[in-house]
């Protein structure tokens, strides 16, 4: 069970890389996908427990410092723009009255 909600939720730490303009090299799980879906730029997806998938990444970013720039430019962007709380309020409150009520008063 806890391996699903692994699999399942986005880890914050991503969202903390993003705001620091970071490019992200995430695993290969359900949360991580569905940000990577929206926001395909901002680094690369490998599979879990592949360390040589990790040393390819990270050799790619260092070999190719244009897509490591723009990756990080895609990060901050990805960050002002759509995972802030400017972008996430109205979301976040209807999933917490929904929890505490029920329904949505919006």
């Known amino acids: ?7 399942c939720v986005e880890d ?13 090299i995430a695993t ?7 940000i990577f879906s929206e926001q395909p ?5 490998i599979p879990n427990q592949n360390p ?5 990444a990270l050799e790619d970013f260092l070999q190719t410092p244009e897509k490591l720039n723009s990756a990080k430019l895609a ?3 990805a960050a002002k723009e759509q995972f802030c709380w400017e972008q996430q309020e109205k979301t976040l409150l ?4 929904i929890s505490l009520n029920g329904k949505i008063k919006y």
């Open 1 to 7: 069970q806890n391996l699903l909600l692994f699999n």
């Open 41 to 45: 730029d901002i680094g690369r997806v």
């Open 28 to 34: 290969d799980t359900i949360g991580q996908q569905e």
């Open 52 to 56: 040589l998938a990790l040393a390819q």
């Open 94 to 97: 209807q999933a917490a009255e």
């Open 12 to 24: 914050n730490k991503l969202f903390q890389y993003l705001q620091a303009g970071l490019a992200v």
């Open 75 to 77: 990060a901050l962007r």
